[in-house]
């Protein structure tokens, strides 16, 4: 039995991807995911945000008194050649490149387009195979048209593509007017991937101090339909490879994956709430399913469930929502 897929041009020996996640910030952690038979680890994301802050904190404290008196200018490097974070995560990008035999995929997320192509140089230049594009960007503004919208991760993507010269991801939200007609620019632009989806952060509102407060879910097998949905729409049509993320939380989350056409199925929040060892009993509910309907490869798997391949392609469209609704019987 062949688990082996080609995503963004690198080769998994399992589709199974440990995805960006506290869990990556430790060596340790990634060569565990590597014995329990992730394909590829997303390291956690750099925030161009908190590089910023930390840089700006190291600034002040670098210069502070330092005009006292003139000998104190040559106590200290300058900042601009000073690195804070950003020098841990490299470090574990060619640490864990030297340390695993499975793809290291860094993941980034900015803010200027000046961060994201730096920062993506850096990463590359540390060792990564591959880079993901953690776009986080919620338009606030009601002045701002969708396709300025669109326009930004349009000039991210060109503008680390013109830096790197490995494969780069982009890790997307499904809130487009026309997720389709987006999918295709980005693949027009030279994305290697579409990983969707992103979640975004929802936060909460305490009813006693009338504060905005953080509240991370864990996503749950439910959430895997929206994704699922979109690969199976897009397989088959973009050159990008793509990868499923949210709600993959057992074997036969991961099955849908790869028959809705996905190279790469992501877990998060399943290693999360069943430690890193729930690695392999995903891959061995994958096998089991294999074995059971005669399947001898992965590759002989993907996309078998696609819109491109389905014997009904309406499923994907506006016709299983009315047989959805139709077919419908309340308990109660």
Not at 57 to 66: D, E, I, K, Q, V
Request: proline letters at 5%; a negative charge.
């Amino acid at each position: 039995m062949n688990l082996e897929s080609l995503y963004m041009g690198l080769k998994l020996r399992s589709p199974l991807v440990a995805s960006a996640s506290p869990l990556s910030d430790k060596l340790d952690n990634i060569k565990r995911m590597e014995d329990a038979g992730a394909g590829a680890v997303v390291l956690y994301s750099l925030f161009e945000e908190q590089i910023r802050r930390e840089r700006e904190a190291l600034h002040y404290y670098l210069l502070h008194g330092t005009e006292s008196y003139a000998e104190a200018l040559t106590y200290f490097p300058e900042p601009v050649t000073y690195h804070a974070s950003p020098d841990q995560y490299l470090e574990l990008i060619r640490k864990a490149r030297e340390a695993v035999d499975i793809p290291i995929i860094a993941s980034l997320n900015g803010t200027t387009l000046g961060g994201w192509t730096r920062f993506a140089l850096n990463m590359a230049q540390a060792g990564a195979h591959a880079l993901e594009l953690n776009v986080y960007y919620i338009p606030t503004d009601p002045y701002l048209s969708g396709a300025a919208v669109e326009q930004t991760y349009l000039d991210i993507l060109a503008a680390v593509k013109s830096a790197v010269d490995i494969p780069v991801a982009m890790k997307l939200s499904p809130y487009f007017s026309n997720m389709a007609y987006m999918a295709r620019r980005l693949d027009e632009v030279g994305a290697n991937a579409l990983v969707l989806f992103n979640r975004f952060y929802q936060p909460d509102i305490n009813t006693e101090t009338l504060e905005v407060t953080p509240n991370v879910v864990l996503s749950s097998s439910a959430e895997l339909r929206l994704p699922l949905t979109w690969i199976g729409i897009l397989y088959g049509r973009i050159q990008a490879s793509l990868a499923l993320t949210s709600g993959v939380h057992t074997g036969e989350d991961a099955v849908k994956a790869i028959l809705a056409g996905a190279s790469a199925v992501c877990m998060t929040s399943a290693l999360l709430r069943n430690g890193i060892e729930h690695i392999r009993t995903v891959e061995s509910g994958l096998r089991a399913w294999m074995t059971q309907h005669e399947y001898e490869s992965v590759a002989q798997m993907r996309g078998a469930v696609s819109q491109m391949h389905a014997e009904d392609p309406s499923a994907f469209e506006r016709v299983q929502y009315m047989r959805a609704l139709s077919e419908y019987k309340p308990t109660v």
